[in-house]
């Protein structure tokens, strides 16, 4: 299996950005499809994007297109979420999961890391 650590959360005022960054440790992590969900308070958990093994493919959720933007680098078992523009409705617990399928089509996320805090000011 594979563990996973969320780091670069934070407070930032609107149309500000933020970095978020995953490490994965344990199994190989190009063998994972990636994805990061967010949970704010009182709603349930959302698909942010998601990534493909490779990197050759990736998936948004129609709230964050074009400001929210998926990457990852193997050598480094990371991937990370770069989030421009963002708003008060931003504002969530953001999580990292990985999917052993190698792609996100069928949402198989079996493994999560801890979260991170995403705070976005008005």
């Known amino acids: 299996q594979v563990q996973l650590v969320e780091s670069g959360g934070g407070l930032v005022q609107a149309r500000g950005s933020l970095r978020l960054s995953c490490a994965a440790s344990?199994?190989?992590?190009?063998?994972?499809?990636m994805g990061w969900f967010r949970q704010a308070p009182g709603k349930g958990r959302e698909l942010t994007a998601a990534i493909n093994w490779s990197g050759s493919a990736t998936h948004y959720a129609d709230s964050v297109k074009g400001r929210f933007t998926i990457s990852r680098y193997n050598a480094k078992n990371t991937v990370y979420l770069q989030m421009n523009s963002l708003t008060p409705e931003d504002t969530a617990v953001y999580y990292c999961?990985?999917?052993?399928?190698?792609?996100?089509?069928?949402?198989?996320?079996?493994?999560w890391g801890q979260g991170t805090q995403v705070t976005v000011s008005s």
């Open positions: 344990g199994r190989t992590f190009s063998d994972y499809a």
């Open positions: 999961a990985a999917d052993p399928s190698g792609n996100y089509y069928y949402r198989q996320f079996d493994y």
